[in-house]
């Protein structure tokens, strides 16, 4: 009986000090993680614009996309015969305002896409607060056009959030399920698998007879290490920051989920 008790002893502790020496080993990626914005009823269009300006340029991770005039519209300068895109907004969508339209265009992406450019903005209400993405629109309405982002717009978002039945930009739930992780870190706005995503980034059906783990690990805490042959295009695209977003446990369920995709 004591033999059978030692073996036993000796896999829970052998099981423990493996998912141990796996939770360790995991490079955790440097990534700038957007800093939660507060402002007062008094905030003026000079202090959301500079913040707005911060997220953009920074922990956004805007200019990845934005600015190249490859992936998506250049928003700082002139596109084509256009203004910058305070100077473009208000006439993107009929009946639009610049302000409406440029909130949407984060929270709705796929609402309206921009002919010549395939949808692949994330919803920005995953990682990002109503206050930043309120500071971004204003910061956006500055090129070109007329701030009018104001107080009341923060405070009608903040009851929104506050109420559940309409609040948006929940925090990553406590999941391990691999398909409700894909889904909450919108994987699949770049990613194909099965019927569902786009297919901007490599799909992910049959992606475990492609890549082993190590790979496939390596590719979501460092997507710029490795970029697969012909989305060459779309390098810089995948955030960085998922080392931080994800727990080791979150991030070896997506990875064994991938991994046996055949």
């Known amino acids: 009986m004591w ?35 507060t402002f007062t009823g008094e905030v003026s ?27 998506a519209p250049n928003l700082l300068t002139g596109e084509g015969d256009q203004g910058p895109i305070g100077a473009r907004c208000g006439t993107r969508v009929e009946g639009e305002d610049c302000k409406t339209y440029l909130h949407r265009s984060m929270v ?18 995953r990682t990002l ?21 104001t107080a009341a717009d923060l405070e009608a978002e903040e009851a929104s959030a506050e109420d559940p039945a309409t609040g948006s930009g929940a925090a990553l ?45 390596g590719s979501i805490l460092d997507p710029a290490a490795d970029v697969s042959t012909g989305y060459e295009q779309f390098a810089g695209v995948m955030p960085t920051n998922f080392g931080e977003r994800l727990s080791a446990a979150q991030l070896e369920a997506i990875v064994d989920f991938l991994a046996g995709q055949q």
């Open 3 to 37: 033999a059978t008790n030692l073996k036993i002893l000796g896999v829970t502790i052998g099981t423990i000090a493996l998912y141990t020496l796996v939770a360790n080993v995991i490079p955790q990626i440097e990534s700038e993680v957007p800093e939660e914005l």
């Open 45 to 71: 269009a000079a202090e959301l614009v500079s913040a707005g300006e911060e997220l953009y340029a920074g922990a956004g991770g805007c200019t990845a996309c934005h600015g190249l005039g490859e992936r």
């Open 108 to 125: 709705e992406p796929g609402a309206f896409v921009v002919p010549g450019y395939q949808p692949i903005m994330p919803d920005v209400s």
């Open 129 to 149: 607060s109503a206050n930043q993405i309120w500071a971004m629109v204003g910061y956006l309405e500055s090129q070109g056009g007329q701030v009018d982002v």
């Open 173 to 217: 739930a406590a999941t391990t399920d691999p398909q409700e992780l894909l889904n909450q870190m919108q994987c699949l706005a770049c990613h194909r698998l099965g019927s569902q995503g786009q297919e901007v980034g490599p799909p992910f059906d049959g992606i475990g007879g492609r890549r082993d783990a190590a790979y496939i690990r």
